[in-house]
């Protein structure tokens, strides 16, 4: 495990092992004090001989009681005797601005010692002991108002999570603005009680509330630390970051901050706690910070971090609050407090932590400085001299060493092109420099190359490259990683394109960090900038770039941070959500400004800021953590995982492409596979994790196969257990056929998925195939159903005995009705087994199928009608004999419309053809039938007392006789009264009988009478048909033929023309 600096905070601490034991010296001791946590100092001992320094226990109190971990270690005295060791506690120690990180140890002796390394690390190894102890009485007359401070303002310093009481919150949405709900990330099987326990912390402190509902939703990312511990995060940048709007509100510009600064002579910083979750949402606003869980939706009721639009809001409400206030500077979270004396400087500090403490704010204490006597900010050193620019500008190119093979001089020259517009006279300089990279030539570092050197270096650090931070310029932090150190550059952009630089940042890797995946280290390069650069860039808009084309995938994707990405690359994407920038891909060969960096670094490494660091360490050093997390729940251990892995080639093969590149070619089987997991691969104490996944070699998989099968899991569940501890290629697939195999698991297991229902093929006609079960017994009686597929006409026959032979006699009676059918489905009963059961069927030529045993459906259409027959015999129980219930059940059943059935017909009308009458259609009044249409032209019906000839059928008579209707039955038969008697007669057997005495009337009738009478028209007289035709007419006219007058017009013949649809 790598050790990383850290601030001293009750959760930061780790193990540090020695194999020898502790000696202890109490030659040459001198006492000081130590500002352990910044607020409490404590006395020590200086021991020149003491390899390693410690505190007494009632120090240890005085602290707080900070947790502390076992030691193996033992102390032995000068005198031969043993001391006892409470444990050993990782911490921060800072003395006159120098601040670094150790191990001490708890003991039971009287005097706090400080060892030698702590001696020299402070620096106190080549003063004078007058001019520390002159030193030390300076830092402790301060910490009587650092005392007082802390006691006059306990609620600011109370632990716990402050909350503003005086303003709210409002997020603002794009008018464009769509809701974006997105779906809930899957959390691994083993970090679910960790999640809800946080949730639930989370919930109780009243940051979060569940909802039931909500239009948005962003995914969660929680990350594991290394205590244990959970962090859970909310990834807004799936949607709501882009459509809110930005809050119009500017950041302190650097020149109004420097004029609050300038002529400072002390100096007191402030760190507010969580400062974002302070500030509570107004309501309006809290449905749109809404996460999706693995328990459901949960608003935010407090601004949380990752929101775009959160730095200016709070900067607003931090300047409103400390608007009066003078010589104070605010700067986001960070609170600067400047005076000309202590004593000012008290007054001023007393009045800013008035204002929080009324506003229900909060502070980090052990964040918290005061009485400093100078400060770094922006790039600046503020003390009572006035401003200097900061060395660690251009520290990182003073300490760049000499290049030692051609790569590195590669790295260096391309670093000096990228500024070459800035340089005068720059070919002349890097002449030597050149000629080493001429082909064939021999390396030979001479002392012009180390002048042509020094004189680069000298311009890249000169006001020529440089520049004053300025947020009105566009902003770039370009960051590079190589195998030993990490390098940064802060710029500029200048309207005419030029670039220069504000500061440089490099370090070395770490041991561990060494063993990263290249994409972590270049991964780790962005985030070192960041912090680094953090006070230039946060809360404002700049262009992120890199030379790893995988990083913006990561980093850069709209859909938010990829849920399967290896967990530090998880860590570090949530690092930068609280950031506003682009990510872009620029190609090695132009990337030289941080190229060089990265290659050429010196041999110290260089720590983070405080409050930087502790972020880091607190979660870096968790590999190791996670990998005995992975493999806590397994029969092997991580050194068994290890040990296999050194065994397995293709791990091996992929340990080698994740800590150097991965080829472009494509590979084959499981190298693959793991290839297209690349971003999620990283190497942990030899061991290859995919995300916070083991990866098993493939010696060990059988036996991680059967531990995670322990208590006979099924597939899903142990596949769900599997994904929470280790990864292999085709694991899910080995899990699968590994269930398959397990005997026990096989014969205990449950019905197979049910196949949806086949139907069977549809009847084509009626009774070409029914089916048959029996009912019952019901009050004693079973009784033979069969149903027509077709037209689901049922028949129902009371059976005693149900054997074969009644089966057979009883079919035979209703095949006698309606034919023999095709096929018959029954079930397996014995009646339908027999052997003279199936001579029947052929005898028959009669298909005979059965259903499979134990399996009712598939003769579910009879199986239905005797559910159905059976609930009605239920209902209409005491309603009459049972033969009077089964006929009317009978009765209505094939009457009635059935939803099956095409046009939702009844079976009888499907089976006959027909409506069967039954006594509901006696409601219906009898409507008249009509006449056809050659009967009404023909023949008009005879009404009673109409005189008529009637057909008379005797022998020797006249065939029609006269008559007189005295009675009609229906339309076309009357009774005839002919002499005396009464014939019954249809209407063809029947003449009229006032056809003469018509004629006779009408035959002396004049023309002109009829015409009028018929409403006809005059007939036309001509000479020709006067003379011709002259008939003398009874009133003395001539009447002529009359000729029709009608206009006659030729048919149109039909035109087709091919173009018309319609005519």
């Not at 030597?432 to 050197?453: D, G, M, Y």
């Amino acid at each position: 495990m790598h050790r990383r600096s850290v601030v001293f905070t009750k959760a930061d601490y780790l193990i540090k092992e020695f194999s020898s034991s502790i000696p202890y010296s109490c030659r040459d001791s001198t006492q000081i004090s130590d500002p352990l946590n910044q607020w409490s100092a404590s006395s020590f001992a200086v021991g020149h001989c003491i390899r390693y320094h410690h505190f007494v226990e009632k120090t240890w109190r005085t602290l707080g009681q900070p947790p502390i971990k076992p030691s193996s270690q033992t102390a032995v005295s000068a005198c031969g005797g043993h001391l006892r060791l409470h444990g050993e506690l990782y911490c921060c120690i800072s003395f006159r601005g120098t601040t670094f990180n150790g191990t001490c140890y708890i003991t039971n002796s009287p005097l706090n010692l400080l060892g030698l390394d702590w001696f020299e690390k402070l620096g106190l190894a080549d003063l004078p002991i007058s001019a520390i102890c002159n030193q030390v009485q300076t830092t402790a007359s301060t910490q009587h108002h650092v005392e007082d401070l802390r006691k006059r303002f306990i609620e600011l310093f109370k632990p716990g999570l402050g909350l503003c009481t005086t303003t709210e919150a409002v997020l603002k949405l794009q008018s464009e603005a769509t809701p974006v709900f997105r779906p809930k990330r899957p959390v691994p099987y083993a970090s679910l009680p960790l999640v809800h326990a946080e949730l639930q912390r989370l919930e109780t402190e009243g940051v979060l509330v569940p909802v039931s509902y909500s239009s948005w939703a962003a995914p969660i990312v929680v990350v594991k630390k290394s205590n244990g511990s959970i962090r859970i995060c909310a990834d807004f940048s799936t949607g709501l970051n882009a459509a809110l709007q930005h809050h119009h509100y500017p950041l302190p510009i650097p020149d109004d901050l420097f004029t609050i600064l300038n002529g400072g002579t002390y100096f007191a910083k402030l760190d507010l706690a969580d400062a974002y979750l302070q500030i509570p949402v107004a309501l309006e606003s809290r449905e749109l910070l809404t996460i999706n869980t693995h328990r459901g939706l949960f608003q935010y009721t407090r601004l949380p971090f990752g929101i775009k639009t959160a730095p200016a809001i709070f900067q607003q409400i931090i300047d409103t609050i400390l608007a009066d206030v003078s010589g104070v500077a605010t700067y986001l979270d960070d609170v600067l407090i400047v005076g000309s004396t202590a004593d000012e400087l008290n007054t001023r500090t007393h009045l800013v932590l008035q204002r929080l403490q009324d506003n229900g704010f909060r502070l980090r204490p052990e964040k918290c400085q005061f009485f400093l006597r100078f400060v770094k900010y922006l790039g600046f050193i503020f003390d009572a001299s006035g401003r200097h620019p900061d060395p660690q500008n251009t520290y990182a190119i003073q300490q760049m060493p000499a290049p030692t093979d051609v790569s590195s001089l590669r790295s260096f020259l391309g670093m000096i092109s990228y500024y070459s517009a800035f340089l005068p006279s720059l070919h002349d300089v890097r002449y030597p420099l050149n000629r080493l990279l001429e082909k064939n030539a021999t390396w030979n570092w001479s002392t012009q190359c180390e002048s042509a050197f020094s004189k680069l270096k000298a311009m890249l650090s000169s006001n020529l490259l440089l520049t004053h931070y300025n947020p009105k310029l566009p902003i770039v932090v370009a960051a590079d990683a190589s195998t030993h150190g990490l390098g940064a550059v802060l710029s500029h952009v200048f309207p005419d394109g030029s670039e220069k630089a504000v500061m440089h940042a490099s370090r070395t890797l770490t041991p561990a960090e060494k063993r990263y995946g290249q994409i972590e280290k270049e991964a780790l390069a962005l985030i070192f900038a960041v912090r680094r650069f953090h006070k230039f860039i946060y809360g404002r808009r700049f262009t992120l770039l890199t030379d790893h084309k995988p990083l913006l995938s990561i980093f850069g994707s709209k859909k938010g941070i990829p849920a399967h990405n290896a967990n530090r690359l998880q860590r570090w994407a949530l690092a930068l959500l609280g950031y506003d920038f682009d990510i872009q891909y620029r190609r090695s060969e132009d990337f030289g400004q941080a190229d060089a960096l990265s290659r050429l670094i010196s041999n110290h490494s260089t720590t983070d800021e405080d409050t930087l660091i502790a972020i880091v360490s607190t979660e870096d050093d968790s590999g190791p953590t996670l990998l005995a997390n992975a493999v806590r729940a397994m029969p092997v251990t991580a050194e068994d995982v290890r040990e296999a892995t050194r065994e397995d080639p293709i791990i091996q093969e992929a340990i080698t492409y994740v800590q150097s590149r991965w080829p472009v070619k494509q590979l084959s089987g499981d190298m693959q596979q793991l290839a297209n997991r690349r971003s999620a691969l990283c190497v942990v104490n030899d061991c290859l994790m995919f995300g916070d996944r083991v990866v098993i070699p493939t010696t060990l998989r059988s036996k991680v196969l059967r531990q995670f099968h322990s208590g006979h899991p099924g597939i899903n569940r142990m596949k769900s257990i599997a994904r929470s501890h280790a990864y292999w290629p085709n694991m899910d697939k080995q899990i699968v056929d590994f269930v398959k195999r397990c005997s026990h698991c096989q014969k205990a297991a449950k019905n197979p998925p049910k196949l949806p229902p086949v139907p069977w093929p549809k009847s084509e006609k009626a009774w070409s195939r029914v089916h048959i079960d029996f009912a019952g017994p019901l009050g004693g009686t079973t009784y033979l159903i069969l149903v027509d597929s077709y037209s689901k006409w049922p028949e129902i026959l009371p059976i005693a005995p149900p054997s074969t032979t009644q089966t057979i006699k009883l079919l035979n009676q209703i095949f006698v009705r309606h034919g023999l059918p095709e096929t018959i489905v029954t079930d397996n009963g014995s009646q339908f087994t027999s052997s003279q059961f199936r001579e029947f069927c052929l005898q028959n030529s009669i298909n005979h199928v059965r259903s499979p045993p134990y399996h009712p459906q598939s003769n579910g259409q009879a199986e239905r009608f005797v559910d159905t027959f059976k609930r009605a015999m239920l209902k209409a129980r005491g309603e009459g004999t049972t033969e009077d219930i089964i006929e009317r059940f009978l009765v209505a059943y094939r009457t009635t419309p059935h939803d099956l059935l095409p046009n939702s017909k009844s079976p009888a009308e499907m089976l006959m053809g027909r409506k069967l009458r039954t006594v509901h259609c006696a409601m219906k009044p009898k409507q008249v039938a009509q006449q056809s249409p050659q009967m009404k032209n023909t023949r008009i019906p005879y009404e009673v007392g109409t005189k008529v000839y009637a057909r008379d059928y005797r022998h020797g008579c006249d065939r029609w006789v006269e008559g007189e209707i005295t009675q009609k039955h229906g339309n076309v038969m009357y009774d005839v009264k002919v002499n005396q008697e009464i014939w019954t007669r249809h209407h063809n057997q029947l003449r009229s009988r006032e056809a003469k005495e018509k004629e006779a009337i009408t035959k002396h009738v004049p023309l002109d009478l009829l015409l009028d009478t018929f409403q006809l028209p005059p007939i036309p007289l001509t000479e020709t048909t006067k003379s011709s035709t002259q008939v003398e007419h009874p009133s003395g006219s001539v009447w002529l033929p009359r000729r029709s007058d009608r206009k006659r017009t030729h048919p149109k013949k039909l035109q087709v023309n091919p173009r018309l649809r319609r005519y």
